[in-house]
């Protein structure tokens, strides 16, 4: 089974959940301009389906913060690259509701499209804080803890993390299949 | 010939430009996130082609911040709807480097596919000012002014603005083939 991705944290944070069996396939494809990571993640399964021989994955997420009506959302790398971490924190100065949660929606084809979702509740801190994970880890704090992603082990952000969840429902259904 | 848009005000500006002729379709089509509004134009194209009978010509446009390495960008749509203006000019609090361009991309399909770029040079305004106009209109002062095209009537923005030369490009190429 492919994961379809370019970006090898989430590929070491899949071989963790979902197993070692999944091999690293780098191919673009379209991503669409839509107001939600589902609706991503379908269009570009649409497009490799066709490409790929075998089952394989794919894995959009974004940061949504309520503040900001949903920015950065599914234009999350894209934002990163160009305002990053700085411009985040820059738009929330003087705000009070903090509130955000990452989404992360699994695309799995193996003949027929599934889509699995998770969540991850939190809020966006006030400063950059940790050096581990990639993205917008070091600025968000998820519910229950004090510290950012940022701050976290790959296995212990985990178990929170919307990656982590979505991953774990890939999983389950693999189970389910055998 | 059916100009592609959901958007009045463009639909507007293009008829004052190219002619009366045009007619507008609101189909909506899927728009790519890719670096370059001329990526965005030539996927909606291909996609466009097959559903339409006769010619038809799309619009993609952005705001390019240079201090904010191009953002918005092609995403400047969705980021104008979540952050707004105000969230620019948060973003450019304390910048002195203000340079920006709004660019334009007008695809025309006529059995192939032709590419017209308009650019219009300019600063972000410190402060939103004027109505006219929408978008980061309120907040874009063109070179060579010192008002925003926010501050000035439809037929004169035409005359610096980033889609009136894409679509004046448009026009010259029509005339071309009488």
Redesign the interface.
Known sequence: MFFITGNKHKYEEAKIIVGNDIEMLSISY????ADTPEEVAR?GIEYLKERIDGNFFIEDSGLFIEA????????SS??F???GNE?IL??M?GVEKRKAQFVSVVGYYDGDIHIFRGESKGVIAYEIKGSEGFGYDPIFIPEGDKRTFGEMKREEKNLFSHRGKAMKKLKEYLASRI
């Open positions: 379209p991503e669409i301009q269009y900001l009506n949903g920015f950065p959302g599914v234009y894209y934002v690259r160009t305002i411009g820059k738009l100065e």
